[in-house]
């Protein structure tokens, strides 16, 4: 998952959309500490979203979304009941990502693919060759005989 942080900060911003905060970071009065199970989830979200397209991330940041304006004001519900119902919707988004990379998602993750079709792969060595073919040969003689006096 090091190669993909692109999806480990749309994983990030569903956690902070359901409440937590930043992990590391003092959080402020209205969001909840990051737990090692928050994080374990959010790794989870992140691999998921390697495999799907932008437009499937979108729903899972849209349900998150939809989740935070449904609940009551975080104001004046106490903190423990804040902390389980952020752990309860943070799992509900974890369960939507892997049910869209079930049923979605690619084969190979989006940060690991070669979008190179043959033809582009022929075009760039075409393009090599008519490069080496313009280039003087006397300046690689000369660079040849320089290097081995």
């Known amino acids: 998952m090091e190669n993909a942080p ?13 409440g937590y905060g930043p992990p590391g970071a003092s959080p402020g009065t209205s969001a909840i500490p990051s737990v090692p199970e928050a994080e374990k989830i959010v790794e989870e979200v992140t691999e998921a979203f390697r495999y799907l397209a932008p437009e499937k991330i979108q729903l899972a940041l849209d349900f998150a979304e939809f989740l935070r304006t449904s609940k009551a004001d975080g104001h004046d ?20 990502a892997l049910f869209l990379r079930s049923r979605y ?8 693919k070669d979008y190179w079709t043959e033809e582009d792969r022929q075009d760039a ?11 003087d040969a006397c300046s690689w003689e000369d660079a040849c005989d320089a290097g081995a006096g």
């Open 105 to 112: 998602g690619a084969e190979q993750p989006a940060d690991e």
């Open 77 to 96: 519900v106490p903190s423990p009941v804040r902390q389980s119902w952020a752990a309860e919707k943070l799992a509900e988004v974890r369960d939507l």
């Open 6 to 18: 692109w999806s480990s900060l749309f994983a990030r911003r569903i956690a902070e959309t359901v």
């Open 125 to 135: 060595q075409a393009e090599a060759r008519r490069r080496l073919e313009e280039q």
